[in-house]
């Protein structure tokens, strides 16, 4: 049961440089989220999706991208990575509608150190 | 806006020990609260859940009790274990697609 994979799970940047992250869930989930997890600010939402095709900002878009072309993956891109991006970053998927129990399933984090 | 604000830690206990995390929120309708816990080095879990006031949600031998008067859900364990060392996040869900975590609090249980 692979439920909720991100990839990669570790990288390490210079200022400046490009990156996507990548995230796959196989539970046919509709809703998808991207996290970042910094200390003493708990989990903060970067952008989600309520369905292929679909993307909206959350509560710290600036320097993010995101993309969901496929109902399965939510790709997460940093343009020019910054210093300030350096954190954890965690994808979480959630069903819809009638089997929705409110529950969100988590990838095991990626850790992005920017330089 | 919405918020959810706890206990900041570390919290540190022996083995046995009884164990309170506060959590308070802010809503302004009648939201679904969680709690979820993060083992070392893993994604977050969801431990347990209630959607109502005055409902008790449990697992592994926590519990939380959704206080509407109060606009609380705080997390007890009756005897921590060694195993139960990770940090908890409480969160709550409006109706709609976002979730508010809180900052979380980290338990370390010793032997």
């Known amino acids: 049961n692979a439920g909720v994979t991100q990839t990669p799970k570790f990288r390490v940047l210079k200022t400046g440089q490009s990156m996507t992250l990548l995230c796959a869930q196989d539970?046919?989930?509709?809703?998808m989220y991207w996290y970042r997890q910094d200390p003493g600010m708990g989990l903060r939402l970067i952008h989600y999706?309520?369905?292929?095709?679909?993307?909206a900002k959350g509560e710290v878009p600036d320097g993010y991208n995101v993309s969901r072309l496929k109902k399965q993956n939510f790709l997460l891109g940093l343009e020019s990575a910054a210093p300030s991006q350096t954190s954890v970053y965690f994808c979480?998927?959630?069903?819809?509608?009638?089997?929705?129990?409110?529950?969100?399933?988590f990838g095991e984090g990626s850790r992005l150190t920017v330089l | 806006g919405d918020s959810v604000t706890q206990m900041e830690g570390p919290v540190t206990l022996s083995e046995e020990a009884f164990l309170t995390i506060n959590c308070t929120y802010t809503?302004?309708?009648?939201?679904?609260l969680f709690w979820y816990v993060q083992y070392p080095g893993e994604g977050l879990q969801l431990l347990l859940k209630?959607?109502?006031?005055?409902d008790k949600g449990s697992n592994k031998g926590f519990e939380a009790t959704y206080r509407k008067e109060t606009t609380s859900f705080h997390l007890e364990k009756g005897s921590v274990q060694v195993s139960d060392s990770a940090v908890y996040f409480c969160?709550?869900?409006?109706?709609?697609?976002?979730?508010?975590f809180g900052t979380g609090t980290s338990l370390t249980v010793i032997p």
């Open positions: 979480a998927s959630r069903t819809s509608g009638k089997r929705d129990t409110g529950e969100l399933f």
């Open positions: 539970m046919n989930h509709e809703y």
């Open positions: 999706s309520v369905g292929e095709g679909t993307t």
């Open positions: 809503a302004t309708g009648y939201p679904s």
């Open positions: 209630a959607t109502k006031a005055d």
């Open positions: 969160a709550l869900l409006m109706t709609g697609n976002q979730f508010y």
